[in-house]
């Protein structure tokens, strides 16, 4: 669980990369040379991290941990980092990035991030949250009508275990109308994860993890599914879906060899997305053997990656902290 002490040490790993500029990764398309700009003119709320998702969810994991932890170590710290970032002039500057970018910019990953962060300042019964909140609420309002806007476009998911992944952004984007009491957003999630996978059957997990994988493509489905499906049809669908979770000793944590390999690293945040997911599902099936044996996996993935979070390598540093905060504040 989650301590006081622990959450220091992963606040340190925010605070030590949300206004890091460089090694900096853009992914952007250069249309002139006018778009060659250092990164935090490009993107000044969210510019470190080496890239721009990963600064998101750093900014979520430091507002988590603040509302979790009232008298966070290093809490003046973390006000200030988070008030630096979160400006009005910043985010209309972000505002402007995204309308004059690729729609597919950051399509669904950083999105379903940004709509996490937004989440968090919504339900957060505090001053800064609510001046922070409204400060993002511009960036919010974008990201939120780009998904009512794609989703009857996407006529097929994409099922990979790295950033486009569907399931995954639907999930947070689902999480987010539900907090905001948004109902054309929600009825949009829901409507696509039905469209794209009521009628899945039999998962290849024996397939994951590849080499990359920081998401299961498998139980991304899953987790999104328990979301927008009643408990009685979603345990019929998670059996034909997933027929061998229930057994014992049917899946590992994954392996890592090489965590100074950026790619390689990945797969701790396997270790702990497949954790939340398994914890998610547990908490809305019926409380019975299967959802115990489903925390207890959920556990060993958890413990297979939270010892090297605080590695010395910045390939996992950068991110991994708010995956494993994600991890370990999810519903039991």
């Not at 995954?168 to 907090?179: E, I, K, P, Q, V």
Request: glycine residues 4%.
């Amino acid at each position: 669980m989650l301590t006081a002490e622990s959450a220091a040490r992963f606040v340190n790993l925010a605070l030590d990369c949300i206004h890091r500029e460089y090694p900096n990764k853009l992914g952007q398309v250069l249309k002139d040379e006018s778009g060659l700009l250092p990164p935090s003119v490009l993107h000044p709320a969210f510019y470190g991290c080496f890239d721009w998702h990963s600064s998101v969810h750093g900014h979520w994991m430091l507002t988590k941990l603040l509302k979790e932890f009232p008298d966070l170590a290093r809490r003046d710290d973390v006000v200030a980092a988070l008030g630096r970032s979160l400006t009005p002039e910043n985010v209309a500057a972000e505002v402007a990035y995204f309308e004059n970018a690729s729609p597919s910019w950051e399509r669904t990953y950083g999105w379903a991030w940004l709509l996490q962060l937004a989440t968090e300042l919504r339900t957060w019964d505090d001053a800064l949250g609510r001046e922070w909140g409204n400060n993002l609420e511009p960036l919010t309002q974008i990201v939120r009508d780009r998904y009512i806007e794609f989703l009857p476009r996407q006529e097929y998911p994409v099922r990979t275990g790295v950033h486009p992944n569907t399931a995954f952004g639907l999930s947070f984007a689902f999480d987010h109308a539900d907090a905001a009491d948004d109902a054309a957003l929600r009825d949009s999630v829901t409507s696509a994860a039905k469209r794209y996978y009521a009628a899945d059957r039999d998962c290849p997990i024996s397939w994951e993890p590849s080499g990359e994988d920081f998401l299961s493509p498998c139980f991304e489905e899953a987790a999104l599914m328990v979301r927008v499906m009643p408990t009685d049809q979603f345990e019929p669908w998670l059996d034909a879906f997933l027929p061998s979770l229930f057994k014992h000793g049917s899946m590992k944590p994954a392996n890592v060899s090489d965590r100074s390999d950026p790619k390689i690293v990945h797969l701790d945040g396997l270790n702990l997305s497949r954790a939340w997911n398994l914890y998610v599902i547990a908490s809305r099936l019926d409380e019975d053997e299967r959802a115990a044996g489903l925390r207890e996996l959920a556990n060993e993935h958890l413990d297979a990656s939270l010892p090297h979070i605080t590695s010395e390598h910045y390939e996992g540093s950068h991110w991994l902290g708010s995956f494993a905060i994600y991890a370990l504040t999810r519903d039991r």
